[in-house]
C-alpha cells in the first residue's frame, strides 16, 4: 500500500510540474481576462520605466486616448502630450512629486484625442523603488469618467437653472401678496396685483409641475401629477389636438395669437394616454406660439404600422446653435420673459414614453416643422 503524504505535512513545497504550453496557455486566458475587465470597466493599466522613459501601456488604455498601439510614441513625454493643455502642468507636477516623494498620486483631469474629442480621467500611480530607495518605476490606472463629469455637471446646471426659473414667479408673488396688504389700494392698482398673482401662481404651478414629471418621466417612475400608470391605448389624434389648440395659454402683448389651422382625419388615432396626448399639442402649439410665425398647422399622415405629425409655423426657424439641446430641459432657446425652457422637454420625454418619438427640421422658405411619430394599435 502506497503512503500518501500532503505536501504541508512532509515541509516539502509543491512544485508546478506543468508543461510549458498549459503555463503559457494560461498566462494567455489570464491577459484576456484582465483585457475584457478593463474594457468593461473602462480603465487602462500602464507602467512607466522611469530609468529608460520607456512607458507600456494596456489596449483599453489606447482605446481610452483614441489611438491604436504602435501610433503613440512609448515615452512619458508622447503620454503627456495627449493631456489637455489646462492640466498639462498638473499632472506633470503630480507625477514628478510622486517619483521624489517615493508616494502615489490621484487626479482628475482631461485628455485630447487625436480627434479632438475631450474625455475626463480619474488617473492613479504608485512608486515602486528598489532596494536602495532609489525610485525605478511608476505603475498605475486611467479611468474613463467623462459620463459621470457630463452627469455631474448637467445636475449641478439644472439645479441653478430650476432655482433662478422658481425664483422669479415667487419674487413676484411675494410682492403682489404685499401690494394686495395695503387696506387703501384703489381698485385699479387691486385688480393689477390680483391679475399678476394669480398668473404667477399658475406659473409657478405649472413650472413645479413640469419638474416634478421630467424626474419621474426620465426614471421611467409613475407620476401622480400626470397621472401616468401610463395606460396607453388607442386615441383619437384630431379631437386632442384641437382641445390642445383652445387650451394653449392666450398670448401676451408682446406675442402676436396664432391662426391654427389642423388638418387630421377623424379616423386617425395613435398609440397614447388621452391627457398627456394633449399636453404634447399644447407644448408645441405654445411653442410656436412664442418662437414662430403667425400661421401654424397641424396635418399627419398614416403608415403601416405608425402616424407622422407635423407642427409648422412659418417664423424664422431654430438658430443653428440651439439645435443641439433643443430639447434638454432649459434649452437656451427662450428669451427673457419668455419661460424657463421645458415644454419641448416633456414633449421629448412624453413621446418616449408613448413609445415614439419627436424629431425638428427647418421648413421651407422658412419656419419650423416639429414632428411626433407615434406608434399605432
Known amino acids: ?87 498639462h502642468d498638473m499632472v ?37 523603488a528598489d532596494g536602495h530607495g532609489e525610485s525605478q518605476r511608476l505603475y498605475g490606472v486611467a479611468i474613463d469618467v467623462t459620463e459621470r463629469s457630463r452627469s455631474e455637471q448637467f445636475l449641478r446646471e439644472f439645479i441653478g437653472n430650476a432655482s433662478h426659473a422658481l425664483g422669479t414667479p415667487a419674487a413676484v408673488i411675494m410682492q403682489a401678496a404685499h401690494v394686495l396688504a395695503d387696506d387703501t389700494l384703489g381698485t385699479k392698482d387691486h385688480d393689477a396685483a390680483m391679475g399678476a398673482l394669480l398668473r404667477q401662481s399658475k406659473r409657478l ?17 409613475p407620476s401622480v401629477m400626470l397621472g401616468l400608470s401610463m395606460m396607453l391605448g388607442p386615441v383619437a389624434l384630431a379631437d386632442r389636438v384641437r382641445k390642445a389648440a383652445a387650451a394653449i395659454p392666450p398670448a401676451d402683448g408682446a406675442t402676436p395669437t ?6 387630421i382625419a377623424a379616423d386617425i388615432a395613435v398609440l ?3 391627457i398627456e396626448l394633449e399636453r404634447v399639442f399644447v407644448n408645441l402649439l405654445d411653442n410656436a406660439q412664442t418662437h414662430g410665425g403667425p400661421n401654424v398647422s397641424v396635418t399627419a399622415s398614416r403608415l ?10 412659418d417664423g424664422a426657424g431654430v438658430p443653428d446653435d440651439h439645435l443641439q439641446d433643443l430639447f434638454a430641459p432649459f434649452a437656451k432657446r427662450q428669451t427673457a420673459g419668455q419661460g424657463p ?24 422658405p422658412h419656419g419650423s416643422v416639429f414632428t411626433p411619430r407615434f406608434s399605432v394599435d
Open 92 to 128: 506633470d507636477d503630480a507625477v514628478h512629486r510622486a517619483i521624489a516623494d517615493r508616494a502615489s498620486f490621484a487626479l482628475d483631469h482631461r485628455l485630447v484625442r487625436p480627434d479632438g474629442e475631450v474625455r475626463w480621467l480619474h488617473s492613479r500611480g504608485n512608486v515602486i
Open 341 to 364: 425652457g421645458l415644454g419641448l422637454a416633456i414633449v421629448h420625454q412624453l413621446m418616449v414614453a408613448f413609445g415614439g418619438a419627436v424629431s425638428y427640421h427647418r421648413a421651407k
Open 272 to 274: 397614447a394616454e388621452p
Open 304 to 313: 403601416a404600422d405608425e402616424v407622422i405629425v407635423d407642427v409648422r409655423d
Open 205 to 221: 404651478h405649472d413650472l413645479s409641475t413640469n419638474l416634478f414629471d421630467l424626474v419621474a418621466l426620465d426614471k421611467g417612475a
Open 258 to 263: 396664432i391662426d391654427i389651422t389642423i388638418d
Open 1 to 87: 500500500m502506497t503512503e500518501v503524504v500532503d505536501a504541508a505535512e512532509s515541509g516539502h513545497e509543491h512544485v508546478d510540474t506543468a508543461a510549458p504550453a498549459d503555463v503559457s496557455a494560461r498566462l494567455h486566458r489570464l491577459e484576456r481576462q484582465l483585457a475584457q475587465i478593463q474594457r468593461l470597466a473602462q480603465f487602462g493599466s500602464w507602467e512607466w520605466d522611469i530609468a529608460n522613459d520607456v512607458v507600456t501601456s494596456s489596449d483599453e488604455l489606447y482605446r481610452i486616448c483614441g489611438v491604436a498601439p504602435g501610433e503613440l510614441g512609448p515615452t512619458y513625454e508622447a503620454i503627456l502630450g495627449l493631456v489637455h493643455p489646462d492640466d
